[in-house]
């Protein structure tokens, strides 16, 4: 007597679908004690505003109670908003900053 076997094969396929990190908003909040000159220092220094860009963000900002620096990946956004808050205090100044998945 013969046993024959048959096996059949299962393949399976894996298809990875890359995205792109997500982004998260950067946020500066207006208060009454941080100077103008200050914020525009910050958006020029940490965020890479030009002068024009960051002298119009800060005034959208004043006007709004707070605006949007700038999107970035997590790791990103929270160093830039770490630089903003440390160059806050040690210059004496309460600004707010936070950052928001977009």
């Known amino acids: 007597m013969s046993h024959t076997e048959t096996?059949?094969?299962?393949?399976?396929?894996?298809r990875t679908v890359m995205r792109p990190p997500s982004k998260?908003?950067?946020?500066?909040?207006?208060?009454e004690?941080?100077?103008?000159?200050?914020v525009v220092l910050?958006?020029?220094s940490v965020f890479h505003?030009?002068?024009?860009?960051?002298s119009q963000?800060?005034?959208?900002?004043?006007?709004n109670g707070q605006g949007i620096a700038g999107s970035y990946t997590y790791e990103i956004a929270s160093q830039?908003?770490?630089e903003t808050i440390s160059a806050a205090r040690g210059n004496g100044f309460p600004l707010e900053?936070?950052?928001?998945?977009?």
């Open 97 to 102: 900053c936070e950052i928001e998945e977009v």
């Open 80 to 82: 830039k908003r770490n």
């Open 49 to 54: 505003k030009s002068f024009e860009d960051a």
């Open 7 to 14: 096996a059949s094969e299962v393949i399976t396929a894996t």
């Open 24 to 31: 998260f908003n950067v946020i500066l909040f207006n208060d």
């Open 57 to 63: 963000l800060t005034i959208q900002i004043h006007q």
């Open 42 to 44: 910050i958006l020029m």
């Open 33 to 38: 004690f941080t100077t103008v000159e200050f």
